[in-house]
């Protein structure tokens, strides 16, 4: 009887840990979850949510010339907290 109960017990954690690394997509998230990134808040948030609403971003390069605020070492520091763009996290560009 235990083998059954541990299988389910197993299986809750690796969905509960798949969850906490998820990533957040730019285009796709709700205001709650963009808000549970961390380095955002409800103005940049805001932000975001609007210039989405004109179109959804391409890019990373096309997110930050959007979203005012947003420079290279923010994109980083989202990316590296899980915020992707059009599914892709984001590069620093090569010089």
Sequence with gaps: MRQPINVLIAACLALLSA???AATEANL???AELDNVKGLGPSSTARIMKERAQA???DWPDFLKRVKGF???KAQALSNAGLTVNGAPYVVPKP
């Design 56 to 58: 959804p971003f391409t």
């Design 71 to 73: 420079k290279p070492t």
């Design 29 to 31: 998230a709700t205001e």
């Design 19 to 21: 969850s906490i690394f």
